[in-house]
C-alpha cells in the first residue's frame, strides 16, 4: 500500500468552510530607517497558483523571507489555515508547514534523492536509530512517481541530475513536507526552455493536488501560463491583485513600473 499521502488542510469555520493555508495581514517590516514592506495583504488559496511580480528591489524576496521565519514581520499577522502564527526562525517555519524551493536549491549533490528528500528529518529504525534508508528510498519513489517526475530512480545520485530534475527533487521534497504552502523563489530562472516547461508542469500538478503555491518570478510569460492570481510589488508597495484571466501582460507592466500611476495623474 502507498505510504504517499496528501496533506489535507484543517477546517475553517463552524459552517465548514477551509480557511486559506495562508494569509498576510497589514505586514510591514521596517530595517532600521528603511520601510522595506509596507501595508501588504495577500491570501493564498488551496488549489490556486498565485504569482508574485516586481521589479528588483521592489521587495519580493523579503516578503517570501517573511513567510520562511527568515525574518519577523515589524508589524502584522500571518495566518496559517485560519490560526495566527509566529516564526522564530526558518526553521521553525518549517515545522509549523512552510515549504520554500529557492532557486540554489540547498541540495546535497554527493547524495541520492532519497536522502535529500529526508535531510534533517531522516528516518530510523531500531534501538540504536539506524537510518531506515529502505524505507525513505521506498516513500521518495512512491512521491516522485505521484507526481510523475522523471529521474532514473530514488537511488540516483543529485549530482548526475540534470537541473530540471534537481529543480524537480527540491519541489517534490516542499510537496511532502509542506502543509498545504509551497513557496518557490524564480524556480526555473537557471533553466533552458525544455526543463523549464518540465518544472511549469510539475507546478501545475501541486495546484491539482490542492496546495497553495506562491511563485516568485520575473518572467512575466511564465506568469501567464501558470498562474491563476498575480500580486504586484513597486517599493515595498501592494499595487494590486489581479486575477489572470481579467488581466492582461501590458497591465501588469505598467503597475510594476508605475505607469498606470502616472496615468491617473494626468
Request: charged share 25%; glycine share 8%.
Amino acid at each position: 500500500m502507498s505510504t504517499v499521502t496528501q496533506n489535507t488542510v484543517p477546517a475553517g469555520d463552524a459552517a465548514g468552510t477551509a480557511a486559506p493555508p495562508l494569509q498576510l495581514r497589514d505586514i510591514r517590516k521596517q530595517f532600521g530607517g528603511v520601510v522595506a514592506i509596507e501595508r501588504f495583504d495577500l491570501e493564498l488559496a488551496a488549489g490556486q497558483i498565485t504569482a508574485l511580480v516586481g521589479d528588483n528591489g521592489a521587495g519580493k524576496s523579503t516578503l517570501v523571507k517573511i513567510i520562511s521565519g527568515v525574518y519577523q514581520p515589524t508589524e502584522g499577522e500571518l495566518r496559517m489555515h485560519g490560526r495566527p502564527v509566529t516564526f522564530r526562525d526558518a526553521s521553525d517555519a518549517r515545522r509549523q508547514g512552510v515549504e520554500v524551493v529557492y532557486q540554489d536549491l540547498a541540495l546535497a549533490d554527493s547524495q541520492p534523492v532519497y536522502m535529500n528528500m529526508f535531510l534533517g528529518r531522516e528516518l530510523t529504525r531500531g534501538p540504536l536509530r539506524l537510518l531506515d534508508r529502505r524505507r525513505m528510498a521506498r516513500e521518495t519513489q512512491e512521491l516522485v512517481d505521484a507526481l510523475d517526475v522523471r529521474i532514473p530512480s530514488a537511488k540516483a545520485t543529485i549530482r548526475d541530475l540534470s537541473g530540471g530534475q534537481r529543480q524537480a527533487v527540491a519541489i517534490c521534497r516542499a510537496t511532502h513536507w509542506a502543509s498545504g504552502l509551497v513557496l518557490m523563489d524564480e524556480p526555473t530562472a537557471a533553466l533552458g526552455v525544455a526543463e523549464t516547461a518540465k518544472v511549469e508542469q510539475l507546478i501545475m500538478k501541486l495546484r491539482e493536488r490542492g496546495a497553495a503555491v506562491l511563485v516568485v518570478s520575473h518572467n512575466l510569460d511564465q506568469v501567464f501560463r501558470i498562474a491563476d492570481r498575480v500580486a504586484v510589488l513597486r517599493r515595498g508597495r501592494q499595487v494590486g491583485v489581479r486575477n489572470i484571466e481579467e488581466t492582461s501582460r501590458n497591465e501588469i507592466v505598467s503597475m510594476i513600473t508605475g505607469a498606470s500611476d502616472e496615468a491617473e495623474r494626468q
